[in-house]
Every structure is written in structure tokens, then in C-alpha cells.
């Protein structure tokens, strides 16, 4: 049976996955590509980022550091670590197996 941990981990999922592809990056970047890549699907608001950012930091998967933006602000740009891409590797996992559940809930008849 999937765990409540497993859909609210989905956020974290999202900037993993977006981290591993794209090398480091700010947070509003990551909103945004978060957005451009689900076709406009997927919204993060940063009340919702943030928090997360800081709690995946916490757990060790992504560093920090404070740089200049493309347009010249200082930003905090995050990087995923090894420990993050082996995290990632397991929520990529669970979260094949939610859709595969829901996949089979969504073909009954």
C-alpha cells in the first residue's frame, strides 16, 4: 500500500529530478522549470519551495551557495549531492509504483 509520504514526497521528487538535470540552480529557476516542463501542469508556489528546499538540505541531498543571477541579484543556488541522486533513484522507484496503482484503479471498469 503507497504511504501518505509517498505523494507528499512529490515535491521533493520534482526538485531532485530537476537538479539532476539541470546542475545547480536557484529557486524561482527551479519553479519555472518545473512549469516548463509539465506543459504549464505543475505550479509550485514558492511558500510551498522554500520550505522544501530547506528541509532537503537539511537531509543532505542538495548544498547551497549565495551567487549572482543571470540578472545580477544575489541567489542561493542549490546542487544535488550523492546522496540526493541515490534518493532521488528510490522516489523515482515509489513513485513508479503509485502510478502504476493508480494506473490500475484508473482501467477498471
Do not use: C, F
Not at 2 to 19: E, I, P
Not at 64 to 90: C, D, F, P, V
Amino acid at each position: 500500500m503507497a504511504k501518505n509520504d509517498q505523494l507528499l514526497g512529490t515535491l521533493d521528487l520534482l526538485v531532485l529530478k530537476t537538479l539532476s538535470h539541470v546542475g545547480s540552480m536557484h529557486g524561482y529557476g527551479i519553479v519555472l522549470h518545473i512549469q516548463r516542463v509539465s506543459d504549464d501542469l505543475l505550479r509550485v508556489e514558492e511558500g510551498s519551495l522554500y520550505p522544501a528546499l530547506h528541509r532537503i538540505e537539511e537531509a543532505g541531498w542538495i548544498t547551497s551557495e549565495w551567487r549572482a543571477s543571470e540578472n545580477n541579484r544575489r541567489a542561493k543556488y542549490y546542487k544535488l549531492t550523492a546522496k540526493g541522486r541515490k534518493q532521488l533513484a528510490r522516489a523515482e522507484a515509489s513513485w513508479q509504483r503509485v502510478v502504476r496503482g493508480v494506473g490500475s484503479l484508473l482501467k477498471m471498469a
